[in-house]
């Protein structure tokens, strides 16, 4: 069965605190409908390989782990639906001594990676991607002269363009009249924006995980941005906040994010807050179509009557890992909720638990 996110955070948290004393920890990664004998094979010439690596040590903690990884493969006809990760290496610290280790499971969805590596530390960026947020933050910090449009998801700030106006800071007019000169550089800004808005289309139209923009600058330079109706309506609708800044440079889309805090942390708990009272509007409603308290819940997954989980996120873990696992197998939605909100700590309170159904069982 598939782990759950919580059990490959959990995971991840495990294989990242190991590192091997020398290039010894084996990482496999097989992809879904992969042939595991194909992998078997490589995994032989890979150890034929080993035998070559003149540490004695080393060399036998290598063919061991590969030997280990070859023995759990050999009963496997098919890889498992999401595909499969396989760790195994010697985690001890002390020279000479042998503390060899395996761990295999299912990830929490497709892996479409094919990869194996022998290292100080095990390779674990195809799992973390998996755990990354569902949700991203468009942004854009501008002035007349430069640009740069990012992404934020989660805690990482990818820049994805930089521009420049090309409008020089100081422009001698010559000969030319002072209203002519103040109509060249209203056009070349006018252009400017419409590039700006040109490459937001790019970067965030087609973006099914954007949740919303925010933009900042100095005072008149992103309100006309946003005021004149450069940017196409549905990606102005996305539009959270206007942020006063100075920077127009990567480190303006950090100080941006920053100043933005109370916006984002707002996103997060409105849809929190929606989640829990549809939760609590069920459980008032007649027609037993919500459950709470652990008991009920656990039930309604074995009936498959459940249609969204709730859970808090200060109960324990080994439960939360449980109701995952029965929520995944019976295809109901899993809700995390905080104490961060007046209904998040109600809910908590009652139980910690609950659910919404799909019929009544």
């Known amino acids: 069965m598939a782990a759950t996110k919580s059990e490959t955070g959990e995971l ?27 992998v078997q094979k490589q ?11 003149k540490s004695t040590a080393t060399r036998k903690n290598v063919i061991d782990a590969l030997e280990k990884i070859i023995r759990e493969l050999k009963p496997l006809n098919k890889v498992p639906e999401n595909g499969l990760a396989l760790f195994c290496g010697n985690i001890s610290q002390v020279e000479g001594q042998q503390d060899l280790q395996f761990w295999a499971f299912e990830p929490p969805r497709t892996l479409n990676t094919r990869l194996y590596r ?56 010559g000969g030319q009249s002072a209203q002519r000169f103040h109509r060249i550089l209203e056009g070349q800004t006018k252009e400017f924006y419409k590039r700006i808005a040109d490459e937001m289309k790019n970067c965030f139209f087609n973006l099914p995980k954007l949740k919303g923009i925010i933009v900042g600058g100095p005072v008149p330079t992103k309100d006309e941005f946003l005021d004149n109706e450069y940017l196409m309506t549905q990606l102005r609708e996305k539009v959270l906040g206007r942020i006063d800044i100075g920077d127009t440079s990567e480190s303006g889309l950090w100080e941006l994010v920053e100043k933005s805090n109370e916006i984002l942390a707002q996103q997060e708990i409105t849809k929190e807050k929606e989640a829990i009272k549809s939760y609590f509007t069920a ?5 037993g179509k919500a459950t709470i308290g652990l008991p009920d819940t656990k039930k309604a997954l074995e009936y498959g009557a459940a249609e969204k989980i709730f859970m808090s996120l200060k109960i324990d873990k080994p439960i939360q890992r449980e109701i995952e696992k029965l929520a ?10 905080s104490t961060e909100t007046v209904e998040g700590q109600q809910f908590y309170n009652l139980s910690g638990v609950g659910a919404i159904l799909r019929f009544k069982f």
Do not use: W
């Open 43 to 53: 995994l032989e010439a890979e150890k034929a390989t080993a035998k070559n690596i």
């Open 12 to 38: 991840l948290e495990e294989l990242e605190s190991h590192k091997g004393k020398h290039t010894e920890l084996i990482t496999v990664y097989i992809p879904a409908g992969y042939d595991p004998n194909s």
């Open 328 to 337: 995944e197998s019976s295809g109901a939605e899993v809700k995390m909720i």
């Open 283 to 287: 459980l008032k409603e007649s027609g």
């Open 118 to 173: 022998c290292d100080k530390e095990f390779v674990l960026e195809p799992l973390k991607e998996m755990l990354e947020v569902e949700e991203v933050f468009g942004l854009l910090v501008m002035d007349r002269k430069e640009a740069t449009i990012g992404l934020l998801e989660g805690k990482r700030i990818e820049v994805l363009q930089k521009m420049t106006s090309g409008i020089a800071s100081q422009i001698r007019a």
